[in-house]
């Protein structure tokens, strides 16, 4: 059995008296350690599938096993501590609170979790040892985002999940997240999940699943990996 195992899962949304399945009975494991990037159109299910894994989105039918836990079934308090203290969310548009400095958003992540690290030193292990006073509006859109990522590593999550986490970014900005977050799985050991629309960057990946019509119908092991700085998109 894998560390993450989603299996069979449907997620219909109801909007009056239109049906919407999102997800279509899909199934697919990932590993401890594992870079996983999630590629598919627009409308394929990607997000939904990346919600209800991090507890911020139920099935309609379906278990998701993480670490030997079946999470569809929590509640209350459980899911909130899951949603807590096991995984880290990035999302495209960095979500920073404003009035904050760059180290207090990520304090202000720490603080609700158990097994925490330093915020100060997750901001250097992202670059920005030195921008730790400077408020959002100071910083670049790579600088925010860099934030936004050592915010959820600081809550040393068990599943750091990314939402097209370089959808607002330039070329070379992108490139610098997607190394990151390359970093993190690579010397951290850390189970990472991305979303892109850029099929181009699935080379870095341990393994690409492709989704189409709500269903993971391509999930590819890659043997060969490559370095994010040896990829040309
Ligand atoms: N909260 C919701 N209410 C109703 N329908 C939804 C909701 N969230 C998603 N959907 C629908 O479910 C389907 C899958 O959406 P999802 O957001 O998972 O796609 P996606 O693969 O992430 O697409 P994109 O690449 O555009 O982000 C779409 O048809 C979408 O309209
Ligand atoms: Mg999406």
């Keep these: ?28 494991g990932i590993e401890k350690g594992e870079l996983v990037v999630i590629v598919g159109a627009s ?3 990607k997000t939904t599938a990346l919600n209800i894994l991090g507890g ?11 670490d030997g836990k079946d999470i569809t079934k929590l509640k209350g308090r459980d899911l909130i501590r899951y949603r807590r203290e096991d995984i880290g969310f990035v999302f495209q548009f960095y979500n920073l609170v404003q009035n904050l400095t760059a ?15 330093d915020p100060k030193v997750v901001m250097r292990k992202v670059g920005l040892g030195k921008r730790l006073n400077n408020f959002p509006s100071q910083l670049s859109g790579g600088e925010q985002q860099r934030v936004a990522i050592a915010r959820a590593i600081a809550k040393n999550p068990k599943l750091l999940l990314c939402d097209e986490p370089t959808g607002a970014l330039d070329y070379n900005t992108g490139k610098q997240i997607l190394k990151l977050l390359q970093d993190m799985s690579r010397k951290e050991n850390m189970t990472v999940i991305i979303i892109t629309h850029n099929q181009a960057i699935a080379p870095m990946a341990d393994k690409i699943i ?3 019509n709500g269903v993971a119908v391509d999930i590819r092991k890659n043997d060969n990996v490559i370095p994010v700085e040896n990829i040309e998109w």
Excluded: P, R, W
Excluded at 56 to 66: F, Q
Excluded at 110 to 117: E, W
């Design 1 to 28: 059995m894998s560390y993450i195992e989603f299996q069979s899962v449907v997620k219909k949304y109801k909007m009056g008296e239109i049906e919407i399945t999102a997800l279509d009975k899909t199934s697919f």
């Design 43 to 45: 409308g394929a299910g």
């Design 56 to 66: 911020m989105d139920d099935a309609t039918s379906g278990s998701v096993i993480v």
């Design 103 to 117: 180290v207090e958003n990520v304090e202000l992540a720490t603080q609700i979790c158990k097994h925490a690290l």
């Design 210 to 212: 492709h989704f189409k």
